[in-house]
Structures are given as C-alpha cells and as structure tokens.
C-alpha cells in the first residue's frame, strides 16, 4: 500500500504544476496582459490540460484500480503511464526542444491503451471497451499532436478520450438501477454516433464536427435520461452535491452538442472557444467537482468530508462559464475575458476547498468533553 502510495505522489505533484501552467496559458489566450514566464505556455494550453493533467489523472485511477483488484506485480507497470505523461508535460513547460516531452505523451497513450486491454480482458463487458476506447482515443489525440498536427483538426480525439471515459463509467454505475431493456442498446447508438463523427474529422473536420455534435447531444440526452444522478439529487449532503454536478454536467454536454451541431468545423477564436469549453470546462471539470471527494480517498487515501462550501466552486464555474459562453456567442470580449478569469478562479477554490475538507478530515475524533465543558 505505501508503494501504491508513492507511486502515485510524484505524478500527482506535478499534475499541480501543469495545471498551474495550463491555467496561466488559458489566461493569456484570453487576453489577459501577464508578465511572460513561458513563451509558449499559451500555445500549449490544451496539451498541458488534456495530455498532461488529465492523462495522468485517468492515469492513475486505472493503475491505482488495476493495483488494488489484481496480486500480481505485474500491475505495478500501470504506474508508468502517467509518470509518462507528467514527466512529457512538464517537458515541454522546461526544455526548448520538446520532441522527448512529445514521446513521452505517446507512450502515456499506448500504456493506457495496454491497461485497458488488460481490464477488458478480466472484465470484457459495454462498459470497459467503452473506457478503453476512451484510452485509444487519447493514444491517436496525443500522436497526431505530436506530428504537429493543427489543435483544431485534432481535439475531437482529446474530448473523445474524455467523454468516453466518463460515459463509461456512467454506464457502469448505472447497472445499480432498475433493469431496463433500452438502457444498453441506447447508450450504444449514442457512443456510435460520437466515434464515428471522431473518425470522420480526420477527413472531413467541418462534417465530422457536426456528427460529433449530435454524438454529444445522444450522449447528453442518455445521462440526463439513465443516469442514477435524477434519483441521488432528492438527498442530502454529498450524494445530492455530487447528483447536481452531474446534471449540470449533462446539460453543459448538451450546449456543447448543440454549437457543435450549428457551428462545425471551427480554428479559432468565440465560437472555438464555446464549443470546446462548454464540454471540456462544463462537462469535464463538473464531473471533477463532483468525483473528487470520492477519487481523492480511493486514489490517495485521504478523507474529503463534504462541506456546503462546495457549493461555492460549484456555483462560480457554472456561472462564469455561462457568462463566457455568452460573450463568446455575442462576440462581447469583456463577458468571454471575465468569465474565463472566474472560471481559473472557480478551478482554484476548488482545490482550496478540497485541502480544507482534506485537513478537515484528519482531525482527530472530536472530544466532545470539551464541548460539555464549554456548555
Ligand atoms: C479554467 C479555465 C480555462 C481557460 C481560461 C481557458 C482558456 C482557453 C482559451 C482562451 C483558448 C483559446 C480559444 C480560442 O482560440 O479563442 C483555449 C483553448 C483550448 N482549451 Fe482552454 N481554458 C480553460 C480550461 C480548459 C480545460 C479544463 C481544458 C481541458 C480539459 C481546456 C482545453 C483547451 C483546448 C484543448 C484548447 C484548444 C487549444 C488550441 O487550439 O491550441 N481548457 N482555452
């Protein structure tokens, strides 16, 4: 267990550090007048928050998952993939030639791909393909960005390794409901939709986009429709935090699908900027917000108790990004700079709050005679 630990302390520190350099890029894109710390770190935003955090991120859950259900040592080889990926992506933030940072991402890929035939193997069910097509997705985003491939032809791939791994996942913690005859077949059509707009963006962006769009939509109506969050939210405390962060999430996929739909292929700028960010700040980091006090204790055995400040992050990155999409539809840059500045804020007092909850959570029991001696 203390090996698993340590395993899993170095990525995670240097996770830390590129989500701070992804942050910084984002705010620059934006607009914002920084001081210059690195060149390039607005060009390499989105390798730094795709490749780099959450590649290794999904990256350890699996290793940490494969580690703790298997004996044999062999496992332990699932902790390379996300040193791959955090050594690549910190690569490329510190040496000028970043052609080792680029292969160590690819092997981040190819090493995912290899877990998730393990566990397809052990456990070849619609759910773990589904992840594990997820994982494939990431192997050919970070090749073609590694061959220089323009980002906008190419993030199909990144959101795909993305959605599919959180769909996947859905459908797995959706077997504990009520059996359904439609559930399955549905969620197949939705998936197929997605990956075959995916594939189609290699040749055709503009076409590929629109079907992916539609993929999103299927998907968002499935969540919105199967998922256990619609029955979670009527509780209290955690599980209905958690059910709202997931609904909104659904809903965030849904916009995404939609300006996909409308918009197709786009190579920059307001629409560019919606499109991504409603599934990939939306979608993605609500699914974040909503996981992390259940991840955090199984990948680093630490307790994240859950507190109503939670409501806090939850509330500021939904209602900044709004505020973004909105000036990105309307082409206000004020609304898309602000909105983009509460988002990095949102982002930040999440971990704030998730440190709190953390510290919070290993206090020694508290000694209720104290409080009978202050009564
Ligand atoms: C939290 C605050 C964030 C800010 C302020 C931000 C900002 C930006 C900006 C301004 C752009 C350029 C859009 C344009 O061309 O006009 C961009 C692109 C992008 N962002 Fe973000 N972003 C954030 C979060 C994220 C997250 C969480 C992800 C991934 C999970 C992400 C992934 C990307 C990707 C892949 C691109 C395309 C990069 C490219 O074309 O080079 N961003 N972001």
Redesign the pocket.
Known sequence: MQKNRSLVRLPMLLVVLLLTG??YG??I??GWDLPVIQTQLA?L???L??AG??GTVIAVERAVALRTNSRSHLAYGAFLPPLFSAIGAALLLFVETIDIGKMLLVLNGLGLVVVYAVVIHRQPTVFTVVMGAGGYMLLIGNALWATDR???SM?YW?MGF?ILTIVGERLELARVMRPSRLRQPTFCIAVAAFVVGVAVTCAEVDIGARLVGIGELALAAWLLRYDIARFTIRQTGLPRFIAACLLTGYAWLGIGGLLSLKYGAVI???H??AV??AV??GF??SMIFGHAPIIIPAVLKLRVPFKNSFYLHFALMHGALALRVIGDLSGHMGARQWG??L??V??VVFLLNTVGAVRNGSQPPHDRSQDKSRV
């Open positions: 992804a942050l984002g705010l894109r934006l060009g935003h989105g390798v928050m795709v955090v959450f323009p980002v906008y993030v990144w993305l920059g700028g307001f560019y900027d991504l960010h990939l700040l993605v980091f983009g500045l988002n990095v949102a982002v």
